[in-house]
């Protein structure tokens, strides 16, 4: 098939030495199979965002609520807003290392994607894993000294933090 308006093309690409391990402290997450090279992009994610007060309510009250980012958007008066991102792929999949995260992203807003890259070699094993940001929501599996917070408003929308 031809494609006619490859400007508006977003090349997906995955690394394809991964596998998703249940039972971890963490619930799912993502590991290696094989050692993956520094700068490597290890997924490319559509994202859906979501503005809408209603519908970002309504995720407030599901387990979905989990999942989402923040995402920062610029409203038609020119005011910035954090609303929710649903991130398709990977993307709501790698859980969260304080310490030691080996996994970067980008977002590109106005293609709606966020391309994860690999900060480090990350060695055959290992849990690929990304920063939430400073304030957690659930008590941390690597830090037991870490104490359930229940947080602000912005951090009880979401748990995963890009800016
Ligand atoms: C985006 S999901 C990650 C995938 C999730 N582990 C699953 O099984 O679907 C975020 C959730 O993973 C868990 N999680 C992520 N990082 C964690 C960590 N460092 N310690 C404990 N739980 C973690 C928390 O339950 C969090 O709400």
Redesign the pocket.
């Known amino acids: 098939m031809v494609l006619e308006s490859a400007g508006s093309q977003v090349s997906l690409q995955r690394c394809a030495d991964l596998v998703i391990l249940s039972d971890t ?5 993502v590991f290696a199979t094989k050692h993956i090279p520094s700068r490597t992009i290890i997924d490319v994610c559509p994202v859906l965002v979501v503005e809408a007060e209603a519908d970002l309510k309504l995720i407030e009250r599901t387990c979905l609520n ?2 989402t980012y923040n995402w920062s958007i610029v409203d038609p008066k020119g005011h910035r807003r954090v609303v929710q991102a649903v991130v398709f792929g990977l993307g ?6 304080r310490e030691d995260q080996n996994v970067g992203w980008e977002r590109d807003a106005e293609r709606g994607i966020i391309t994860y890259r690999a900060l480090r070699l990350i060695k055959a094993g290992e849990e690929l894993c990304i920063s ?1 940001g400073g304030r957690l929501t ?5 830090d037991n000294s870490t104490t359930y917070n229940e947080g602000d408003g912005i951090e009880q929308l979401n ?2 933090q890009l800016d």
Do not use: C, E, L
Request: proline share 5%; glycine share 10%; charged share 20%.
């Open positions: 402290p963490k619930g799912r997450g989990h999942y709501s999949m790698f859980n969260h290392s939430y659930f008590v941390d599996a690597d748990q995963i």
